[in-house]
């Protein structure tokens, strides 16, 4: 199983057209056809205008194979992508391994906080037992969603996916309550 990660930095004022159009043009179009979709947020702190979504393939031969079936789509490349093109300013893609499967939280209506670490050559693996071997104690303070490490895009990366109730809770678990 393979991930890819999607980050758009949209132009100023241009989330919620996005959105939209990803609601009523885009989803239509692919459903779970040309990868399924994990998941999908948008930033409210950090680096504004920002959309994340992950889609989910077995391996990159069915991603290619679903990304040619996707451009033959009508309404795809030439309905939906010249007026999403006009909203982003940059797109950035990583295809990543899980390394456990995704969790959501049962409730929904959650703050989600995605945390991307660089390791020095070599060192992925020793971080990821470390973390995996601390995480039950880390859990007691927030939910890990999602753990991945890089396979194309930028090498020795891990990332990972907190779910918070709020911001509240998120300061809580950093201040290790």
Same mark, same amino acid.
């Given at each position: 199983?393979?991930?890819?990660?999607?980050?758009?930095?949209?132009?100023?004022?241009?989330?919620?057209?996005?959105?939209?159009?990803?609601?009523?043009?885009?989803?239509?179009?692919?459903?779970?056809?040309?990868?399924?979709?994990?998941?999908?947020?948008?930033?409210?702190?950090?680096?504004?205008? *920002?959309?994340?979504?992950?889609?989910?393939?077995?391996?990159?031969?069915?991603? #290619?194979?679903?990304?040619?079936?996707?451009?033959? #789509?009508?309404?795809?490349? +030439?309905?939906?992508?010249? #007026?999403? +093109? *006009?909203?982003?300013?940059?797109?950035?893609?990583?295809?990543?391994?899980?390394?456990?499967?995704?969790?959501?939280?049962?409730?929904?209506?959650?703050?989600?906080?995605?945390?991307?670490?660089?390791?020095?050559?070599? *060192?992925?693996?020793?971080?990821? +037992?470390?973390? *995996?071997?601390?995480?039950?104690?880390?859990?007691?303070?927030?939910?890990?969603?999602?753990?991945? #490490?890089?396979?194309?895009?930028?090498?020795?990366?891990?990332?990972?996916?907190?779910?918070?109730?709020?911001?509240?809770?998120?300061?809580?678990?950093?201040?290790?309550?």
């Amino acid at each position: 199983m393979l991930h890819e990660i999607r980050t758009y930095t949209l132009l100023p004022g241009k989330v919620a057209e996005y959105l939209r159009l990803a609601e009523e043009v885009s989803l239509p179009i692919r459903g779970n056809n040309a990868g399924v979709l994990v998941g999908w947020w948008s930033s409210e702190l950090g680096e504004l205008n *920002k959309l994340v979504h992950v889609w989910a393939w077995k391996d990159l031969e069915e991603r #290619q194979r679903q990304r040619v079936w996707l451009r033959a #789509q009508p309404g795809w490349v +030439d309905a939906y992508n010249p #007026q999403v +093109d *006009k909203l982003v300013y940059r797109r950035e893609v990583a295809i990543l391994r899980p390394e456990m499967p995704v969790a959501p939280p049962a409730q929904p209506g959650n703050l989600y906080e995605l945390r991307v670490y660089r390791t020095h050559p070599g *060192k992925v693996t020793p971080w990821l +037992d470390l973390f *995996k071997r601390y995480l039950p104690v880390r859990e007691r303070h927030s939910k890990l969603v999602g753990l991945w #490490q890089s396979e194309i895009g930028e090498m020795n990366e891990i990332t990972l996916l907190w779910a918070y109730r709020d911001l509240n809770a998120r300061a809580a678990a950093r201040a290790g309550v």
